[in-house]
């Protein structure tokens, strides 16, 4: 063998041998960073500005948050509707009706397209009644003086009338790739009605364009507000290794970017492209910063309680994780499923509705439910075990109620806002996106939007370290050193002389000082 190919065969082995040990150990600093109970690193946490907030500080960052969020909840009140409709009345006799239907001149700002109709009855009493029937319908696009015809759709539907007959939904275009449409509809098997059909009012649905408008430009301005944060965020941990990141420090560091997609900057391709790619992506992105934050929930209430109470120091990154992940996995993959099994079936028939396809929708709704419920009490046993374990532990105690606090807040808001908008029918035929379960109004869009972004803007500001902050590497969350001699309330909110945090933790840092001198 040549000595030349052989010493430069050795030389190839001992670089890659180099780069699989590099390699190992990058992976393994990896591990360690996420790990968030480790006891090698427990006492060297990089402070939070948390830990210098008084009572009063507390009350603020409340207050705050209820100014800016009642301020977006306001100029959606004084915004404009999200659904903009065109009513078309037509008048039969018979109960076989062919419809012709020409919607109004389109633009991109109306982003999508509904019809719906709603069948009145030629009855005098409030009898129930519900019968199937047979739907036909033919869409035509128009472009360029030229029209485009669609095949024919037939679709089941259901005629359900109390008082008044229920609203059907005959189509839903989720992008609009013409200036205007025309729909021929038909009604078959309306034999068995006992009433004959007295009018048939159909209506065009889209979105308002002035909707749209604001719709961007508050899209936009989350948008920059989010950078911004996160510049600030990122820029306040500069100093601070990330192996000495606190669990929420890191989670904020994953979760303000993934806001940043929640707002999505890619929204105005939505009116610039004429493909369902961009409301997919809106949905994508929404969906997994959602799951993201209830799995930030579980990881921050588990690992605070195992990082200070040091039970789980044997096991591994992968076994904290891994069960936290599958369940919150199964919601994300659930809500992924369901909404591009619904796109998927309307580009290929516009009139598809998952209601007709009920074994699979039902199975797939029974399993989220389930899955929410796991979560649910999953989520509850965290909280309750930990705050009942760490109650007396001071900062760790902080930690705790302050998150507990904001989120209830955040929680307790959005229950309210599902329940004006849905009522009491909020988990049962509202699961899939539809007509039924978009904005009524700006106030609800922006009430939402607001809602997420304000509470991850306080978190941020909560748990980013303040500008006097000191490297601590046996200070705070360290229950044997955090106190010493001094109260709960000396520490965290000052003494009775209103003595301000910072010169308790001086006073903390000489008092824990002479004790390592004389030791």
């Given at each position: 063998m040549d000595p030349d190919y052989a010493a430069f065969e050795s030389s190839l082995c001992n670089e890659f041998k180099d780069f699989c040990k590099k390699l190992s150990n990058a992976y393994k600093e990896l591990k360690e960073d996420l790990t968030p109970y480790r006891d090698d690193r427990y006492y060297r946490l990089a402070p939070m500005r948390l830990y210098t907030l008084s009572k009063r500080h507390f009350v603020l960052v409340f207050v705050v948050f209820f100014i800016f969020f009642g301020l977006t909840l306001f100029i959606g009140i004084a915004g404009p509707n999200v659904i903009e409709a065109t009513l078309k009345t037509n008048a039969t006799s018979s109960k076989v009706g062919q419809f012709t239907l020409k919607s109004p001149v389109l633009s991109t700002y109306n982003q999508q397209l509904w019809l719906t109709c709603r069948v009145q009855l030629d009855k005098s009493d409030d009898s129930s009644i519900q019968s199937n029937f047979t739907m036909n319908v033919?869409?035509?696009?128009?472009?360029?003086?030229?029209?485009?015809d669609k095949q024919v759709h037939t679709r089941p539907r259901i005629i359900s009338c109390a008082q008044k007959c229920e609203e059907i939904i005959v189509f839903h275009l989720g992008y609009l790739n013409y200036t205007q449409f025309e729909a021929e509809v038909g009604f078959e098997n309306l034999k068995q009605l006992r009433y004959d059909i007295k009018y048939v009012n159909f209506t065009w649905k889209t979105y308002n364009p002035t909707f749209s408008q604001v719709e961007i430009w508050f899209r936009f301005v989350f948008v920059v507000l989010t950078f911004m944060v996160t510049c600030l965020f990122a820029h306040s941990l500069r100093k601070f290794s990330m192996r000495d990141w606190g669990i929420e420090q890191k989670w904020m560091s994953l979760l303000l970017p993934l806001l940043l997609l929640y707002n999505d900057?890619?929204?105005?391709?939505?009116?610039?492209?004429?493909?369902?790619?961009?409301?997919?992506l809106d949905d994508l992105f929404q969906s997994l910063f959602l799951c993201a934050l209830l799995l930030f929930?579980?990881?921050v209430y588990h690992g605070i309680r195992v990082q200070v109470r040091k039970i789980c120091g044997e096991r591994k990154c992968l076994t904290f994780y891994l069960p936290k992940i599958f369940i919150v996995g199964l919601l994300w993959l659930a809500s992924v499923t369901l909404g591009v099994w619904q796109t998927v079936n309307e580009?290929?028939?516009?009139?598809?509705?998952?209601?007709?396809?009920?074994?699979n929708f039902q199975g797939m709704k029974i399993f989220f439910l389930i899955v929410a419920s796991m979560y649910i009490l999953y989520l509850l046993f965290l909280i309750i075990r930990a705050c009942s374990e760490l109650r007396n532990m001071p900062y760790v105690d902080l930690r705790l109620k302050f998150l507990t606090a904001l989120t209830f807040v955040v929680l307790?808001?959005?229950?309210?806002?599902?329940y004006l908008r849905f009522g009491a029918k909020a988990l049962q035929d509202n699961f899939v996106a539809e007509l039924s379960t978009h904005y009524q109004n700006s106030a609800e869009f922006l009430s939402f939007y607001g809602l997420l972004n304000f509470y991850l803007y306080t978190l941020a500001f909560v748990y980013?370290?303040?500008?006097?902050?000191?490297?601590?590497?046996?200070l705070k969350d360290n229950p044997a050193f955090s106190m010493l001699n001094d109260s709960d309330d000396d520490v965290i909110y000052g003494s009775d002389y209103e003595e301000m945090p910072l010169q308790n933790g001086q006073a903390i840092r000489?008092?824990?000082?002479?004790?390592s001198d004389s030791d």
């Open positions: 033919i869409i035509r696009g128009t472009a360029n003086d030229a029209s485009v900057p890619f929204f105005p391709l939505t009116f610039l492209v004429n493909s369902w790619f961009p409301g997919m929930w579980l990881c580009l290929h028939d516009p009139t598809y509705q998952y209601r007709v396809d009920t074994g307790i808001i959005s229950i309210v806002i599902l980013s370290p303040s500008k006097n902050a000191l490297y601590e590497s046996q000489a008092k824990y000082k002479a004790e």
